[in-house]
Structures are given as C-alpha cells and as structure tokens.
C-alpha cells in the first residue's frame, strides 16, 4: 500500500531563513504534487512534478522530484509571513486517479 | 468559473441522522473526487466518478455512505446512520480528462459534526 510521508511536522521559522520540507513516499509514482491549505480554506495547487530531476518554482518556493529516492523536497527560500500555511504533498499514479497524501507541514513564519 | 462548489459548508447533527452533501464540479471537468480530512491530517481518498460512472471506490467508504453523479455534473455524498467517527471535512475535487498533470482542484469543503 502506498504510504506518504512528510516532515517536519510542524515548522516555525523566522522571516528571511532558508528551510526544506521532505516527502517520501513507498511505491512507484509518476506524479507528485504540492498543496497549500490556509486555515478553514480550500487546498490550492502549487507544483505537479511527473518526472525524475524534475525542479519547479513560484516565487520564494521551489519543488524538486527525485523519482529513485522516492523523494520530493519544497525548499522555502527568504521565508515571509505570507507563506504561513499548512503544505501537504500528495502522490499520483496515471492508472489510479487518486491522490495519497501527507500528513501535512505546518508552517509558521514569524518576524 | 466559480471553482469547486460545497454544501453546505457546515453541518451539525445527532447521532444517527442521515445528511446528504452536495458538489459541484468546476464545468467541464470530467471527474469528481470526494476525500475526507480529519484534524492534522491530510486528505484521504473516499472514491471518484470519471462522468456519471464510479470507478474506485476505497474502504473506508462503509455500506452507510453512498456517492452519486447522476448526470455527470454534480455529485451527492450521503452519509447514513451517522456515527460521532464520522465528524470530519468532506472535501470535494474536481478535474479535466485530459492532460498528463490532472490536477484535482479542491472546494473549500463541507464540515460536519455529529453530536
């Protein structure tokens, strides 16, 4: 069975540093997303990664894909209070629709 | 396009009742997922319809709940009997047929609570 795994659970980091979230997941995918969700709000699309090495990035967050590792990082460069949000990743297989996701990383960025 | 659409966006309800929520998708997608997320945790897979057809649905969908996309459009999600493990965010989602990316866009959820 697919299993998704993130960490840090939890993040509290201070405006202008540099972090990384990791996501391991167990099987073989050819898809991987990235997820933002506000409190109380509905999830909103940051990055679909499909293939290995891929790199993907908006702004201050950048998405990278290792496919032998099973592995996805979300690098969060000069943090700001803006990015506070709950980040899951989730993973994708082109014969099975569904989604697999992580336990989430909530993110707080103070000053 | 208005995006994904949820109701009601919140519910409460005794033990036992049944209660129904709706979905619907944005236009022209032709799949409609429904997943379940408790707190501090991260969306699970009920089941999905490619048009009005159900193609997966996963276990922890139990005999009391039952999904319906009569038309193709929009999607019911009925839960009866309701149980207090039941209290959770049913979030609905929605995408095209086409595309390799087939990102699913989420509505902002129905919350439901049984007292």
């Known amino acids: 069975e697919l299993k998704v795994e993130q960490n840090p659970l939890f993040l509290s980091m201070q405006e202008g540093k540099n972090y990384t979230i990791y996501c391991n997941y167990s099987t073989t995918s050819d898809r991987l997303y990235w997820y933002r969700q506000d409190p109380g709000k509905s999830l909103e699309s940051l990055f679909v990664?499909?293939?290995?090495?891929a790199v993907k990035q908006e702004g201050r967050l950048m998405a990278s894909l290792d496919t032998k590792a099973r592995l996805s990082t979300l690098h969060i460069t000069a943090a700001v209070h803006d990015l506070s949000a709950t980040y899951f990743c989730?993973?994708?297989?082109?014969?099975?629709?569904?989604?697999?996701f992580g336990t989430g990383t909530r993110l707080q960025v103070f000053p | 396009d208005t995006g994904v659409s949820q109701d009601p966006r919140h519910k409460i309800t005794k033990r036992g009742q049944n209660v129904t929520f709706r979905c619907d998708p944005i236009?022209?997608?032709?799949?409609l997922y429904w997943y379940r997320q408790t707190l501090g945790q991260g969306p699970e897979f009920l089941t999905y319809f490619q048009n009005e057809a159900q193609l997966e649905k996963s276990r922890l969908l139990s005999d009391r709940f039952s999904a319906e996309r009569p038309k193709g459009s929009f999607s019911t999600l009925e839960i009866q009997r309701t149980e207090q493990g039941d209290s959770a965010m049913y979030l609905c989602?929605?995408?095209?047929?086409?595309?390799?990316?087939?990102?699913?866009?989420f509505g902002a959820g129905t919350r439901l609570s049984v007292l």
């Open positions: 989730a993973v994708g297989n082109y014969n099975t629709d569904k989604l697999i």
């Open positions: 236009s022209e997608h032709n799949r």
């Open positions: 990664l499909l293939s290995n090495g």
């Open positions: 989602a929605s995408s095209p047929l086409e595309g390799a990316k087939n990102i699913q866009y």
